[in-house]
C-alpha cells in the first residue's frame, strides 16, 4: 500500500490523521510543529511523540518532501530550482537575494492554461495543478529556507486557477502552527480571474498583483485571451469597491512592449483607469522567449514612460531584471526539461 503524504496538510486534516490512529489530540500540534517550525522528515526524529505514534505513522505516512533536482546560478545570486512533482513534471521556483531582503518566487502549476503570448510557461500548455504539499515544497526544501524573508508567487501558473490548493497552502504558510510567515511579505500575482480574485481579498491579507500589460481591452486579448472571460472594466471594477487598508499593497505589472504598450495614449488610459485607487505599477523589461515576435522596449521608453506616469500622480517604479544569464523568466528552464524527457 502507497503510503500518504503529510506535507500540505493543514492542522485540520492533521487532526483527521492523528484521530484515525487512535492518538491523542495533542499529537496533530506536535505533528505540525515538527513539520512546518522544524521541518523534520524523520518520524523516529520527532522525539516527543511516542513510540506507539511513530510506529503507527511510519506504517501509513510519510512526511514526503521532495528535494530539487536540479540548479542553474546566476552571476547576481540568483538561483532557480527545479523541482519534479508527483506527476512526472516539473516546476521552478527563482529565489533572489537582495541587499534588504531575500524573495522566493514560486509555481502553483506545472504548465497554464491562461495561454498568455509573452510566456513561455503558458507556451507549455496546461499538465497539472500543484497540491498543497507541492507548492509548500518549494520553500520547504529550499537549501536557503532560512534566509527567505518573502515570497512571491509569480512562478509557473496562475495561482487563482488551483484556488482550493493555493489558499491551503497559503494557510499553512501564515498560520501561527504553521510556517508563520506575515501575510505582508507575501505577494500573489495574478491575471485577474475575478471570483477567485474576490474570495482572494476577502480570506487573505496578502498583497496582490495584476498583469495588466496594457490599459486597452482590444491590445489585451491580442496579449492575454482570459481577457475574453475578465474584462479590464471588471477588475478595476472589483478593485475599487475595497477599501484596503494601507499596509495591503495592490500593483499591477505591466512589461513593457516596443511599440504596443509603451506609448502616451497608454499613459492616459492608465491614469484614467487608475483614478481613485491606490495602487502602483511595476514596469518590468521583456526579454524575449522563443516562439513570440514581441520586443521589449528599451531603457529610454521605459524611463520617459514611468516618468510620465508618476508626474499624473499615478505611482510607478521599474523592476530590476535578475538572473538574465540563466534564463530565469518563468518556464524557460522546466520546458528543456521536458523536451529532455520526451527526446
Not at 516596443?258 to 485607487?277: A, I, P, Q
Request: glycine fraction near 8%.
Amino acid at each position: 500500500m502507497e503510503k500518504k503524504t503529510l506535507l500540505g496538510k493543514t492542522k485540520a486534516e492533521l487532526q483527521e490523521v492523528t484521530d484515525g490512529l487512535g492518538l491523542p489530540r495533542f499529537t496533530a500540534s506536535q505533528l505540525s510543529d515538527w513539520i512546518y517550525k522544524k521541518f523534520v522528515s524523520d518520524f523516529s526524529e520527532m522525539t516527543n511523540l511516542s513510540k506507539k505514534a511513530r510506529e503507527l505513522l511510519l506504517e501509513k505516512y510519510v512526511v514526503g518532501g521532495i528535494d530539487h533536482s536540479g540548479v542553474q546560478e546566476s552571476k547576481d545570486g540568483t538561483k532557480k530550482y527545479l523541482f519534479p512533482t508527483g506527476g512526472q513534471n516539473f516546476i521552478e521556483a527563482a529565489y533572489i537575494p537582495e541587499e534588504k531582503r531575500n524573495t522566493l518566487c514560486i509555481s502553483t502549476q506545472a504548465g497554464c492554461k491562461m495561454g498568455c503570448i509573452f510566456c513561455m510557461t503558458g507556451k507549455q500548455g496546461f499538465q497539472a495543478n500543484l497540491s498543497p504539499g507541492e507548492i509548500i515544497n518549494q520553500l520547504w526544501n529550499l537549501p536557503e529556507r532560512d534566509r527567505v524573508s518573502n515570497l512571491v508567487f509569480m512562478g509557473m501558473g496562475e495561482p487563482f486557477d488551483n484556488m482550493d490548493n493555493f489558499m491551503k497552502s497559503l494557510e499553512i504558510i501564515t498560520a501561527p502552527w504553521g510556517m508563520e510567515m506575515s501575510p505582508k511579505r507575501i505577494t500573489v500575482s495574478t491575471i485577474g480571474i475575478i471570483p477567485a480574485m474576490s474570495r482572494f481579498i476577502d480570506e487573505s491579507d496578502c498583497h496582490l498583483a495584476i498583469s495588466l500589460h496594457t490599459p486597452f481591452e482590444d491590445e489585451r486579448k491580442e496579449l492575454m485571451p482570459m481577457e475574453n472571460a475578465y474584462p479590464l472594466d471588471e477588475i478595476f471594477s472589483l478593485l475599487k469597491s475595497y477599501d484596503f487598508p494601507r499596509q495591503r499593497k495592490i500593483s499591477f505589472e505591466y512589461i513593457m512592449f516596443k511599440g504596443f504598450n509603451d506609448t502616451r495614449r497608454h499613459v492616459n488610459e492608465l491614469v484614467r483607469l487608475m483614478h481613485g485607487l491606490k495602487a502602483k505599477i511595476n514596469l518590468i523589461r521583456f526579454h524575449p522567449v522563443p516562439g513570440t515576435t514581441l520586443e521589449g522596449s528599451g531603457d529610454k521608453a521605459i524611463h520617459e514612460f514611468k516618468d510620465a506616469l508618476n508626474a499624473k500622480d499615478v505611482t510607478c517604479t521599474i523592476r530590476a531584471s535578475r538572473g538574465l544569464d540563466i534564463a530565469a523568466a518563468c518556464g524557460l528552464l522546466s520546458t528543456k526539461e521536458l523536451l529532455k524527457k520526451e527526446g
